[in-house]
C-alpha cells in the first residue's frame, strides 16, 4: 500500500520537472495535460486511492509550481480557480475509468483462468473411472490448484462420512470428521471465511447433487496464516459441483450395469434352461431306456443285443458328462475364477494329448498335423489350450462326414503363433459367422448346447489371443485362433 502512494508521489514530482522544462515554451493548459497524463499513469496500477492522492497533489503542485503568484498556494485569478476544479475532475474521472477498465480486464483474465482450469478438470474428471479414481484425481488436482491440502469424504450406508481420498494433508482428526459430517448433515459450507466456525483453517464445502449432498470436500492451505480468497473459493466451488455431477453419473452407469448384467444373467438363465433342458433329456432318455430294457429283458436278449445297450449306455452316458462339463467349464470362465498359469509348451504335446481323448470318436478319420520343426515352445496353460482343441475337433466331427479327412496346423505370425483347424463338411453359415461364439448359439445344422466355441473364445482371449472362423476355398471351414509368444 505504501509503495503505491510512493509511485503516485515520484510521478507526480516527474511531472513537475518535465513542466518546468516545458514552462517556458508552453501555455499554462499544456501543462495540465502533463499532470493528467501522470494521474493516467498512476490509475493504471488499480488503486483509487493512490489515484485520489496523485490528483490532488498534482493541482498542489501545479498552483504553487506555475500559477501566477508562482510559488505560493494563493491565486489571484478567479480563472485559475475553475482550472483546478477541472483539472481535479478530470484526473478524477480518468483515475475513475482506468481503474474500472482494469478491473474489468482482470475480472476477464480470472474469469478466462477459471475456465481453463474447469475445461482441464472436466477432461481429467470425463476420463476417471470409479469413485475411488475420480475423487484421487479430484484431490490431487484441487490441492495443486488452491496450495492446499484436500481431503474427500463419502456416506456409507447409514449415510456416515468416510475419508476416500486425501491429499497434503495427515489422516483427518475426530473433530475434523465432526465437522464434515455437520457441512454433510446441513447441506452448506463451514470454516474458514463462512458463517459457521470461521475460526477454522480448512473450509469444509458440501458436494451437492441433483438429489442432495453426496459428499463433503475439505481444504486446508498449506502456508499458515493463509486464507482462502473469494476467488479461490468460488472456483473449489465449481470443482465441488464437478465433483458431485461425476459422482452421480458414475453412480447412474453402475445402476444402469448392474440392471443390465441382472437382465443378461436372466437371459442367460432363460437361455440355459432351455438348451439345456433337451440337451440333458436326450442322453437321459437313451440311458433310462437301454437300462430299463436290460432289467426287464435281460435273461432274453443276444449278447451282442446287450452289449449293444451297454455300448448305448457309455456314449450317452460320456455325452452327458461332456454336456455338463462344458456347463461347469463356461460358469468357471464367466465368474473369473479360473486363473490362466502359463508355461512354454510345444504345441504338438498339446495336439497329441487332445487326440488321445477323442481317438474313440475320431477313430475312423485321418487328421493331419502340420507343425514346423523350428515353431518355438508358446506359454499357455497346457490343460485349458487342450480342451480348445478337444472343442473344436469335436464340433469338426460333429458337421462331417465320418471317414472325411481333417486337419491342425500352425504358422508363425510376428509375435504370435496362429493355430488352425480345418475340416471338409459344409463349411459355415453365412447367417451363424457372426454368432458362432456366442454362449448357447446354436447354428443352423448344431444339435449341441451351444457352448463349445463360447469355452473356446473364453480360453483364448484369456490367453491374450483371438479366434475367429472362416470358410475354406474348396469347401470345408476353418477355425483360427493366435496364441502371443510374450
Not at 312 to 330: D, V
Request: overall charge negative; some cysteine; charged content about 20%.
Amino acid at each position: 500500500m505504501r509503495n503505491k502512494y510512493l509511485f503516485a508521489t515520484a510521478s507526480v514530482a516527474l511531472c513537475t520537472a518535465l513542466s518546468f522544462a516545458m514552462f517556458p515554451f508552453f501555455e499554462l493548459t499544456n501543462l495540465v495535460m502533463v499532470y493528467l497524463l501522470g494521474t493516467l499513469v498512476v490509475a493504471t496500477r488499480g488503486h483509487r486511492g493512490a489515484a485520489a492522492f496523485c490528483s490532488t497533489l498534482s493541482v498542489l503542485c501545479f498552483d504553487f509550481f506555475f500559477v501566477p503568484p508562482r510559488f505560493a498556494l494563493t491565486v489571484t485569478d478567479a480563472q485559475y480557480v475553475w482550472t483546478f476544479v477541472v483539472m481535479f475532475v478530470t484526473a478524477m474521472v480518468i483515475s475513475h475509468l482506468t481503474i474500472r477498465l482494469r478491473s474489468e480486464a482482470e475480472a476477464a483474465r480470472q474469469s478466462q483462468q477459471r475456465t481453463a482450469l474447469m475445461h482441464a478438470f472436466t477432461e481429467q474428471l470425463a476420463n476417471a473411472r470409479g469413485v475411488e479414481d475420480i475423487l484421487r484425481m479430484s484431490a490431487s488436482r484441487i490441492a495443486e490448484t488452491l496450495n492446499a491440502g484436500v481431503a474427500a469424504f463419502l456416506p456409507d450406508q447409514n449415510r456416515q462420512l468416510a475419508l476416500k481420498a486425501i491429499s497434503g494433508l495427515p489422516a483427518p482428526a475426530d473433530k475434523e470428521r465432526g465437522i464434515a459430517q455437520w457441512v454433510f448433515d446441513q447441506k452448506q459450507p463451514a470454516g474458514a471465511g463462512t458463517a459457521s466456525l470461521p475460526s477454522d483453517e480448512s473450509l469444509y464445502v458440501p458436494l451437492m447433487g441433483a438429489e442432495g449432498a453426496v459428499g463433503v470436500i475439505s481444504v486446508k492451505p498449506l502456508i499458515k496464516e493463509t486464507t482462502i480468497v473469494s476467488e479461490q473459493r468460488r472456483l473449489l466451488e465449481s470443482f465441488a459441483h464437478q465433483i458431485a455431477l461425476a459422482l452421480e453419473v458414475d453412480r447412474l452407469q453402475e445402476n444402469a450395469r448392474k440392471a443390465a448384467v441382472e437382465v443378461e444373467t436372466e437371459r442367460l438363465r432363460s437361455s440355459l434352461l432351455s438348451s439345456v433342458s433337451h440337451d440333458l433329456k436326450t442322453p437321459l432318455a437313451a440311458i433310462l431306456g437301454s437300462a430299463g430294457t436290460l432289467l426287464e429283458r435281460g435273461n432274453l436278449l443276444k449278447h451282442e443285443d446287450s452289449v449293444e445297450l451297454l455300448e448305448n449306455i457309455q456314449e450317452e452316458g460320456e455325452r452327458l458328462s461332456r454336456l455338463i462339463q462344458n456347463l461347469l467349464e463356461a460358469t468357471r470362465l464367466e465368474s473369473g475364477a479360473v486363473k490362466v498359469n502359463k508355461e512354454p509348451v510345444p504345441l504338438e504335446e498339446v495336439i497329441g494329448s487332445a487326440l488321445e481323448r477323442l481317438e474313440k470318436l475320431l477313430h475312423q478319420r485321418e487328421v493331419k498335423i502340420n507343425i514346423p520343426d523350428d515353431l518355438p515352445s508358446v506359454p499357455m496353460d497346457p490343460i485349458l489350450l487342450e480342451q480348445v482343441f478337444i472343442n473344436l475337433l469335436e464340433n469338426g466331427a460333429k458337421h462331417t462326414p465320418p471317414t472325411s479327412e481333417m486337419g491342425v496346423s500352425a504358422t508363425l505370425q510376428d509375435e504370435s503363433v496362429m493355430v488352425t483347424v480345418s475340416d471338409q463338411g459344409p463349411g459355415i453359415n453365412k447367417n451363424d459367422a457372426d454368432h458362432l461364439f456366442e454362449k448357447f448359439y446354436r447354428g443352423s445344422s448344431s444339435t449341441g448346447a451351444g457352448l463349445g466355441l463360447a469355452i473356446c473364445k473364453a480360453i483364448v482371449s484369456a490367453h491374450g489371443g483371438r479366434i475367429w472362423a472362416e470358410n475354406k476355398m474348396g469347401g470345408g471351414a476353418l477355425f483360427r485362433f493366435t496364441l502371443p509368444l510374450k
